[in-house]
Every structure is written in structure tokens, then in C-alpha cells.
């Protein structure tokens, strides 16, 4: 298995079912912090949800699609990153995250977002990736930005949470825009 440092003591590496109880300690740490900014599915609350929800995504992964990485900082897992959609045939993915309130601001998610970047367009040859959030979900615009990313639009209402619908944006970057950044 691999692990990359990405710095402070934090590596990102695969999250697979194996870590099922790890992945529920965490949501339990984590969840009512970020309920609102992902998706419903992913926001289990024991560990028969935590396994079935890595489960999930090994198996997308297993026919090339989407794919679940954690982010451990001093061997806790402390969030994650993912390709919450993986299509070669289309040359497109869509990146995602999570992170509990104590790893924030460090840096960390534009990093390992920037790892999946680079693997994406250098090692498979995508074409285009983008980022979806909540509008009002300033912190994840943030990242987008820092990854050189264009907001392309909102999608209006797009984003029910709670019994309420809220703008989703979509930001994009292209191969030849990321391989242009100075990183």
C-alpha cells in the first residue's frame, strides 16, 4: 500500500474497508461538522455504514471509478479526499473532501487534492476536473481556487440539505491549465 507525506506529520493513502472501525471513530469526531457540505450517504453513524460506505467506493475503484483516500496526521485519520466520479472515457473526474475541524487550516487538503490532481492528468491522462460545493461552503471555493480552478457556474437550488435547497457551484480545471500552474 502506499502512503505520501504531505507535511506535518500527515500522509494521505488509500481508505479501503479495511479501515472500518478507524472510519467510524472519525465520522464520529467529524460529522456534525461536515453533514452539511457532503453527501448524506457518506455521513454514517456506525460501523456496518462506515464498512458499507468503503465498500462502496473499493468497489467503483475496482472498474476504474471513483476513489476514497484518507488523510492521517500523526497516524489519526483526520479527514479524506476523493474522486467522487472517475470517467477515462470522458477524460473527466470530479474531486471532493472532507476534514474534521481539528486538521483545518493546515494545508492539507489542498495538498492531497493537488497529489490526486497530478495523477489524474500526469499518470492517466484526464482531460478536465472539477469541484462541486455549496455555494455558501466559502472554505471548499477556497481550495478550488488554490487548485487554479475556474468557478464555471452555479447550479441553482441544486443542493437539498436539511429541507432546504441550496446553489451548488461547479468549478473546473483543464490538463493544460493545471500543467501551467506554478506549484
Given at each position: 500500500?502506499?502512503?505520501?507525506?504531505?507535511?506535518?506529520?500527515?500522509?494521505?493513502?488509500?481508505?479501503?474497508?479495511?479501515?472500518?472501525?478507524?472510519?467510524?471513530?472519525?465520522?464520529?469526531?467529524?460529522?456534525?461538522?461536515?453533514?452539511?457540505?457532503?453527501?448524506?450517504?457518506?455521513?454514517?453513524?456506525?460501523?456496518?455504514?462506515?464498512?458499507?460506505?468503503?465498500?462502496?467506493?473499493?468497489?467503483?475503484?475496482?472498474?476504474?471509478?471513483?476513489?476514497?483516500?484518507?488523510?492521517?496526521?500523526?497516524?489519526?485519520?483526520?479527514?479524506?479526499?476523493?474522486?467522487?466520479?472517475?470517467?477515462?472515457?470522458?477524460?473527466?473526474?470530479?474531486?471532493?473532501?472532507?476534514?474534521?475541524?481539528?486538521?483545518?487550516?493546515?494545508?492539507?487538503?489542498?495538498?492531497?487534492?493537488?497529489?490526486?490532481?497530478?495523477?489524474?492528468?500526469?499518470?492517466r491522462g484526464l482531460h478536465r476536473a472539477e469541484w462541486h460545493c455549496r455555494a455558501d461552503n466559502d472554505r471548499s471555493a477556497a481550495v478550488a481556487?488554490?487548485?487554479?480552478?475556474?468557478?464555471?457556474?452555479?447550479?441553482?437550488?441544486?443542493?437539498?440539505?436539511?429541507?432546504?435547497?441550496?446553489?451548488?457551484?461547479?468549478?473546473?480545471?483543464?490538463?493544460?491549465?493545471?500543467?501551467?500552474?506554478?506549484?
Amino acid at each position: 500500500m502506499f502512503s505520501l507525506a504531505l507535511r506535518d506529520g500527515a500522509r494521505l493513502a488509500p481508505l479501503e474497508s479495511w479501515h472500518a472501525e478507524e472510519f467510524a471513530r472519525h465520522l464520529d469526531r467529524a460529522r456534525e461538522h461536515i453533514r452539511p457540505w457532503v453527501g448524506a450517504a457518506f455521513v454514517t453513524v456506525d460501523v456496518a455504514g462506515a464498512r458499507a460506505t468503503l465498500e462502496r467506493y473499493g468497489a467503483r475503484q475496482a472498474v476504474d471509478g471513483a476513489r476514497l483516500y484518507g488523510i492521517w496526521r500523526d497516524n489519526t485519520l483526520v479527514g479524506g479526499v476523493m474522486f467522487t466520479a472517475f470517467d477515462t472515457t470522458s477524460g473527466s473526474c470530479e474531486v471532493g473532501c472532507w476534514l474534521e475541524p481539528a486538521a483545518e487550516g493546515h494545508g492539507l487538503i489542498t495538498l492531497a487534492c493537488t497529489a490526486l490532481l497530478d495523477w489524474a492528468f500526469g499518470t492517466r491522462g484526464l482531460h478536465r476536473a472539477e469541484w462541486h460545493c455549496r455555494a455558501d461552503n466559502d472554505r471548499s471555493a477556497a481550495v478550488a481556487q488554490r487548485l487554479g480552478m475556474t468557478l464555471e457556474g452555479v447550479r441553482r437550488e441544486a443542493w437539498p440539505y436539511d429541507g432546504v435547497r441550496h446553489d451548488k457551484q461547479v468549478w473546473a480545471v483543464l490538463a493544460p491549465e493545471w500543467r501551467a500552474l506554478e506549484r
